[in-house]
C-alpha cells in the first residue's frame, strides 16, 4: 500500500531552534496526511513547533559524482574564511 | 448544572470515574492490539500513540476513581483485578478491531463523543474532573481530527475502501446509542454539576459525524436500535478476552512489576 503512497522529506523547526531541519522522510497519500503522520512519526518526544513536508520527487540534488567539480575548488581557497585574515589590532573586538 | 454539591454520592461518582476510566482503558487496549499490524508504518505509529493516550487518560481517571473510592485500590488495581462485570466501558470499545475500516470507524465515533465529553468536563463542579478533562481534550482533539480524515479518505477512496467503511458503519452503528443514555449514577453526577447529563451530547456528536459522514459518501444506517449494558457491566463476550490477555500477567504473578 504504500508503495503506491508518494514519498515525502519531513522538516521540523526545534523547541528553539530558528530554522526547519530535515530529519526524515515517510510515505502519505497528500500533503495533509504526510503533516499528521510526520506528526506521529517525528515529534512523539515534544521535537517541534512547526512542520514543513515537501514531495521528495520535487528536490533537486546535486549528484556524487560531480563532487570533485562541486566541492573540491574550494578546498584550497583557505583565504575565503574570515579567520584567515588579520585584524589590526586598532580595529579592536569586531 | 447546580453549583458543587459535595454532598454526591461517591458511588455514583466512583461509577461516572470507572466509565470514563474503562471506555479509555478497553479501547486503547484495542487500538493496541494493531501495534506491528498495521497497513503501513506511519499508521502503525500514529494507533500506537491513540492508545498511548488513551492509556495515560486511563491512570488519571482510574486514579482518581480509587482515591473517590477510598478503599486503598490503585488504578492498576482496577484495570488489571476487575473482572469482566465490574468493567465500565461502552460495548461499542470492546467491538473487535476487524479490519482498517472497522477499527476506525470504531474510534471515530467514540472520538466525536469523547471529545465533546471532555470539552463538557472541562466546566466541571470538581476540579480533579475538570483538570483531567483539560488535559485530555487536547489528545482527543487530535485523534478527532485524524479519524475524521481517513473516514473522509477511505470513504470517499476506491470502491473497496468505500465498501469497508459503509460495512464497518453499518455494523458498529447500533453500539452509538448507549452513549447518550442515562442511569441513576449520570443522574447524579450530572444533578451535581460534575458531568454533563449524556443525552446533552447527543446534538453536537450528531453534527460531527452527519457531516464527516457526509463528506465521506457513507450513508448513515437507518434504525435507532441501541445495544446497551456496558456501562452497568453486561458486556459482550469481547471483553473477557479482553481481559484474559491484558490481566493475564497480574494474575498469573500477583503484584510483580518490572
Same mark, same amino acid.
Given at each position: ?41 517525528? $515529534? ?15 528536490? $533537486? ?21 574570515? $579567520? ?11 | ?84 462485570? =465490574? ?39 470538581? #476540579? ?5 478533562? #483539560? ?31 459503509? =460495512? ?91
Amino acid at each position: 500500500m504504500s508503495g503506491k503512497w508518494p514519498l515525502w522529506e519531513v522538516f521540523i523547526r526545534g523547541q528553539h531552534g530558528l530554522n526547519h531541519r530535515h530529519v526524515g522522510s515517510l510515505h502519505a497519500p497528500d500533503a495533509e496526511m504526510a503533516i499528521l503522520n510526520a506528526r506521529d512519526v517525528y $515529534t512523539r518526544r515534544n521535537e517541534g513547533v512547526s512542520i514543513w513536508v515537501v514531495p521528495s520527487a520535487q528536490i $533537486t540534488a546535486s549528484s556524487p559524482s560531480e563532487k570533485g567539480p562541486l566541492f573540491e575548488p574550494a578546498n584550497s581557497k583557505v583565504y575565503r574564511h574570515p $579567520t584567515f585574515f588579520d585584524i589590526p589590532e586598532e580595529v579592536g573586538h569586531m | 448544572m447546580a453549583q458543587g454539591d459535595t454532598t454526591i454520592d461517591r458511588t455514583a461518582l466512583f461509577e461516572f470515574l470507572t466509565r470514563m476510566g474503562d471506555n479509555s482503558l478497553i479501547l486503547g487496549h484495542r487500538v493496541s492490539e494493531w501495534c506491528g499490524l498495521s497497513p503501513v508504518l506511519e499508521e502503525d505509529i500514529a494507533l500506537a500513540n491513540v492508545a498511548l493516550d488513551l492509556i495515560g487518560q486511563t491512570q488519571l481517571w482510574l486514579g482518581l476513581a480509587g482515591e473517590v473510592e477510598g478503599k486503598g485500590r490503585t488504578a492498576d488495581n482496577l484495570a488489571y483485578l476487575r473482572d469482566a462485570g =465490574a468493567f465500565r466501558n461502552l460495548l461499542l470499545v470492546e467491538r473487535p478491531n476487524g479490519d482498517f475500516g472497522q477499527t476506525l470507524v470504531r474510534q471515530f465515533l467514540f472520538d466525536a463523543w469523547h471529545f465533546e465529553m471532555l470539552t463538557a468536563l472541562k466546566k466541571s463542579t470538581d #476540579a480533579r474532573v475538570a483538570e483531567i478533562a #483539560a488535559k485530555a481534550v487536547k489528545e482527543v482533539a487530535y485523534h478527532l481530527e485524524r479519524s475524521s480524515d481517513l473516514i473522509i479518505r477511505l470513504g470517499d477512496g476506491t470502491d473497496e475502501s468505500r465498501a469497508r467503511m459503509q =460495512a464497518a458503519l453499518d455494523d458498529q452503528w447500533s453500539y452509538t446509542g448507549e452513549m447518550f443514555l442515562a442511569d441513576d449514577a449520570d443522574r447524579a453526577v450530572a444533578a451535581a454539576g460534575i458531568a454533563p447529563a449524556p443525552d446533552t451530547l447527543r446534538a453536537a456528536w450528531e453534527k460531527v459525524v452527519k457531516s464527516v459522514l457526509s463528506e465521506a459518501t457513507l450513508t448513515i444506517p437507518d434504525g435507532s436500535y441501541a445495544h446497551k449494558g456496558g456501562k452497568r457491566g453486561v458486556h459482550t463476550e469481547h471483553l473477557g478476552f479482553i481481559l484474559a490477555q491484558m490481566q493475564f500477567l497480574q494474575r498469573a504473578y500477583p503484584g510483580t512489576t518490572w
